[in-house]
């Protein structure tokens, strides 16, 4: 038998191969409605599937060749964590910046909770400094 962790873990992996492939709408089906974001430089938590399916479009723009590899997930009661490293390349502007060209990875270390089988709320750390490093403009480039 699947225990309950078990199957919050497949269904991160299926959240994350959704997103990866670009099945925006699938990836937020797996969402509760009132779904809440806890995200870097927020002052509180965003709430609703739609602020994910913005942040999402915004990256899947900006990096439309976006690999999701999970280098790591595990599970206890409703909570599932994950390490995961995002590759691609700025082809979009992203958060102001725009493309360059450039392939760019970073890691992240996220948490989710999930509610009757969907994700209820996400707790997210990407390294957005390394990121901005790599698509920030050097000084040959201007």
């Given at each position: ?12 992996r299926?959240?994350?191969q959704?997103?990866?492939n670009g ?6 089906g ?7 974001a806890?995200v ?7 709430v ?16 439309p ?7 790591d ?8 964590t ?6 691609g390349t ?8 725009e493309a360059?060209?450039?392939?760019v990875?970073?890691r992240s270390?996220?948490?989710?909770r999930?509610l ?7 707790w997210?750390a990407?390294?957005?400094i390394?990121l ?10 201007q």
């Amino acid at each position: 038998m699947t225990t309950t962790t078990e199957n919050n873990i497949a269904r991160m992996r299926a959240a994350y191969q959704a997103l990866e492939n670009g099945e925006l709408d699938t990836t937020a089906g797996m969402l509760t409605e009132d779904f809440i974001a806890n995200v870097p430089g927020a002052p509180e938590p965003l709430v609703g599937r739609e602020i994910w399916l913005h942040g999402a479009r915004g990256m899947k723009e900006a990096f439309p060749d976006l690999t999701i590899n999970v280098q790591d997930i595990f599970g206890v009661d409703d909570k599932v964590t994950v390490l995961v490293h995002f590759e691609g390349t700025h082809q979009g502007a992203f958060q102001q910046v725009e493309a360059t060209g450039k392939r760019v990875s970073y890691r992240s270390v996220e948490v989710y909770r999930f509610l009757d089988d969907k994700i209820a709320e996400e707790w997210v750390a990407p390294d957005l400094i390394s990121l901005f490093q790599q698509i920030s403009p050097t000084p040959t480039d201007q």
